[in-house]
């Protein structure tokens, strides 16, 4: 590919671990097939290029942009919006941007909970003036400035239109090759789709099933499961049956459940109620009492075992306020 | 008031923000480190069930899974009171260590090394790895990649994934390992020694025998006397997968030896308005501000912090090394913040000995690596040494086990105010009367930074010591009169006057 025909590639974080910036390096020399086809104009963990750059860009001057992380801040909203305005094609990169991911549990709770626990309540915390942050501060010297913190997490498509999600927590790296070469080579599916398997984990697993059926769901820490047959056949929650493929079940290969980071597989459009179904097809019984007792025994936090990637991103999306909305109402 | 900025690339970055304020003299008012990013962990974690921790918290920080991952799984031992069979203790310190080694190779090469390698006053085009690889030959390069390669592809091995391993249990970890997969560990293990041996030497050829970077690194600049903090073994010899707390004053005496468990007893955090990130501090010292000193609070959880907690190090040739550091140092403890990048070298070739240990360990294959807990749940605390300091999970549940209470201190936050301490003290020596020393000040205050490895992932998600650094000097009315910018690994000359 000529200098000139060199496509604009930017990569930005919003609130992530990080763990999405370590996927990508981790196709490690191939990073540079990448520079080669495109010039990265905006990825703070690894060049020096800054947003106020992006800012005097052209709309639409860059052509991909993979965004990792939720929108939880008035600052990673601003972030959303401004790389929106500047890419052509924006791709929801890693399970926070798709879906909400594990911080997207948050929405469990209300900011003013969040600030109540972690600056007021926590055994460690020493505050008796119940100090909390402040979008702004007058301090002595001057005023100090924090971003405002949403009493939502969002997700990227719940903030900008996305053009492509990619999935996982983290992505493979194998995934996130096959998603640069497609946008290389311009084979991309059509917009709005997921880069990535139409199957599920369970397709990708190496253990036996025997479609059997079950009596009891079983903690991770109540059975020693053996390593030869299905997971949720042994009574375990496992998540591959509703979870797309493209990780290739490692989880399952060191005899852990599959957790669910990859999402709901294609076609599906609420993840936690796929999986509900899926769970409920392998209970051996009919009595609704009896299916229900077995549910509340062996899976004693629906919301955080079957959205436990999802949620921010699916029909629930958070928990109802109860009372004292005022305390909570989002800036 | 005069005010700078430093902010990451730009404040719309969300990592981390400091402000130095002048007074009308145009000295140093004061320093604030802001961190502009909260995930509430703590809350929404509430309600889970707690063998969820340990996936729940590794995303905390993609950069060190590895550590919330054992902290948690510790915590869940602690809360249903189940003693993990030897094996399994083993298989989890081994894959520690292995990321132990991974982790701070990374720092050393990426990040931290380069400002000694090329020198602190090398051109910021040169002073990346890059410029490392030109200096000391191709042949590193490659070594760093494999090291790198090896780490991940072990962890993955054994854990299920490398970035978010899925492995820990109460009671033991989800497989062991075969006799192969042994044989690979050990192997790889025996060149992360040599790879370790090459590194310290490295430092000893470039940094000990040039007296400039000797006398900085001794200078005054960077030199904080607070209190350290590190685990320790029974033996009193560094520890990263579990030990005893154990903290030493800033003349080295013992303020306190603890088990995990104790936690609270020693530690509090302070809130302020104008950051998301708590300052924990020595409870039974007490928070007296952004000061050293053996009355305040304010202490050090770095490499070079569990070094001086510690008596020395549990292999030979780490060991050995410890010895040269506090003879070379002028004994202990060593409250030179830049003597962190030394301490993390010994830290590797310390965390690559005790890889091949635990790799040759005939209970290694054991299938003993499990035992199911039969007791309810209550309460429970799981500490472990992140590289970037003392990790504590701590959980209360009720008796099926759903969580109830979570409370997290987490690597890099108990460093926070020490942080804060080294800004400030860079920026008072290097801003007098008004006087701005462009370039002096953005590296000596962005190497004051990087020796700590920040990982404010942990907080937010910038990744450790990668602090894209831009200064913006402003008059009193607010008006940009100055724009400074830098980036490790950055092609431009750190400049950019508008």
């Not at chain 1, 053996?226 to 056949?233: K, N």
């Not at chain 2, 790879?195 to 025998?209: C, E, G, M, R, T």
Request: proline share 6%; glycine share 10%; with cysteine.
């Amino acid at each position: 590919m000529s200098e000139a025909a060199k496509g604009k590639l930017a990569l930005y974080w919003a609130a992530s671990c990080g763990g999405c910036e370590i996927a990508v390096l981790a196709i490690n020399e191939k990073i540079l097939d990448v520079a080669a086809a495109f010039d990265i104009v905006l990825w703070p963990v690894a060049i020096d290029a800054k947003v106020r750059d992006v800012e005097r860009m052209a709309d639409g001057e860059i052509d991909v942009c993979l965004f990792n992380g939720g929108i939880r801040t008035s600052e990673q909203e601003y972030m959303a919006q401004l790389m929106r305005r500047k890419s052509k094609v924006l791709v929801a990169f890693g399970s926070c941007a798709s879906e909400g991911c594990i911080p997207g549990l948050a929405n469990l709770s209300h900011r003013r909970q969040v600030f109540e626990t972690v600056y007021r309540d926590l055994p460690t915390t020493d505050n008796a003036e119940h100090v909390e942050p402040q979008h702004v501060t007058h301090v002595p010297e001057g005023e100090l400035h924090l971003p405002v913190f949403y009493d939502t997490l969002r997700t990227l498509n719940q903030t900008v239109p996305v053009d492509y999600y990619l999935p996982g927590c983290p992505p493979e790296a194998e995934r996130i090759w096959e998603a640069v070469t497609a946008i290389v080579q311009g084979t991309l599916p059509p917009p709005g789709s997921v880069i990535g398997a139409e199957t599920t984990v369970c397709h990708e697993c190496p253990r036996t099933r025997n479609e059997k059926k079950i009596k009891k769901f079983y903690r991770t820490w109540q059975i020693i499961p053996d390593e030869e047959t299905c997971l949720l056949e042994q009574g375990l929650v496992c998540c591959g049956i509703a979870t797309r493929a493209g990780c290739g079940a490692l989880c399952p290969q060191v005899n852990s459940p599959c957790i669910g980071c990859y999402g709901a597989n294609e076609g599906v459009h609420d993840g936690g109620a796929r999986l509900m179904t899926a769970l409920a097809s392998v209970i051996d019984a009919t009595d609704p009492e009896e299916i229900q007792g077995i549910v509340r025994e062996g899976i004693p936090d629906p919301v955080g075992s079957l959205y436990r990637f999802g949620l921010a991103g699916s029909e629930l999306r958070r928990s109802r306020r109860k009372t004292n909305g005022a305390a909570a109402k989002a800036v | 008031m005069k005010r700078i900025s430093i902010d990451p690339v730009t404040r719309l970055e969300g990592h981390g923000k400091i402000d130095i304020f002048l007074n009308d003299e145009g000295d140093v008012a004061n320093v604030y480190l802001q961190i502009p990013e909260l995930r509430g962990f703590e809350r929404f974690c509430i309600g889970r069930p707690a063998e969820e921790m340990p996936n729940l918290t590794a995303r905390i920080c993609g950069v060190c899974p590895e550590a919330h991952h054992m902290a948690a799984t510790k915590a869940l031992d602690d809360l249903f009171h189940v003693d993990p069979p030897p094996a399994a203790k083993k298989l989890r310190e081994l894959l520690y260590s292995i990321f132990y080694a991974t982790d701070h190779t990374t720092h050393f090469y990426a990040l931290g090394g380069p400002d000694f390698v090329m020198g602190p006053t090398a051109p910021v085009a040169e002073r990346n790895i890059l410029g490392v690889v030109q200096k000391v030959g191709m042949d590193i390069a490659g070594r760093v990649l494999k090291m790198r390669r090896d780490g991940h592809h072990l962890i993955k091995m054994m854990g299920g994934r490398a970035v978010h391993p899925n492995w820990g249990l109460p009671g033991g970890v989800s497989r062991g390992i075969q006799e192969d997969q042994r044989q690979e560990i050990e192997r790889l293990g025996r060149d992360a020694v040599e790879f370790a041996k090459f590194s310290l030497q490295l430092f000893a050829d470039v940094v000990l025998k040039n007296s400039d970077y000797v006398k900085l690194i001794t200078g005054d600049i960077y030199v904080h006397r607070t209190y350290n903090m590190g685990t320790v073994d029974a033996n009193g010899h560094v520890n990263f997968y579990d030990g005893q707390i154990r903290v030493v004053g800033p003349e080295g005496q013992e303020h306190a030896r603890y088990a995990a468990r104790d936690y609270q007893h020693y530690v509090a955090e302070r809130v302020e308005p104008w950051t998301y990130l708590k300052f924990p501090y020595l409870k039974k010292i007490g928070w007296q501000g952004f000061v050293d000193g053996v009355d305040s609070g304010v202490y050090k959880a770095t490499p070079l912090s569990r070094l001086n907690a510690a008596e020395g190090m549990a292999t030979p040739l780490a060991q050995a090394e410890y010895l040269k550091f506090y003879d070379a140092l002028g004994g202990k403890p060593v409250q030179h913040t830049l003597a962190t990048h030394w301490a993390r070298l010994i830290e590797l070739l310390y965390a690559a000995e005790r890889w091949v240990e635990l790799a040759t360990d005939p209970e290694i294959t054991s299938k003993e690596y499990r035992v199911l807990p039969t007791q309810t749940p209550t309460e429970g605390v799981g500490c472990v040494e992140a590289p970037r300091g003392t990790l504590t999970h701590h959980y209360v549940t009720d008796e099926r086990g759903l969580l109830t209470q979570v409370n997290l201190i987490v690597g890099t936050t108990n460093n926070n105010a020490a942080i804060s301490l080294s800004v400030k003290k860079a920026a008072q020596q290097l801003i007098r009367k008004g006087q701005v020393v462009t370039e002096g000040l953005l590296n000596m205050v962005e190497m004051a930074f990087r020796a700590y490895d920040p990982c404010f992932g942990c907080a937010t998600h910038s990744l450790p010591g990668q602090m894209p650094l831009e200064v913006v000097v402003r008059d009193a009315c607010g008006v940009v009169q100055q724009r400074l910018s830098q980036f490790l690994g950055s092609g431009d000359e750190g400049r950019d006057v508008p």
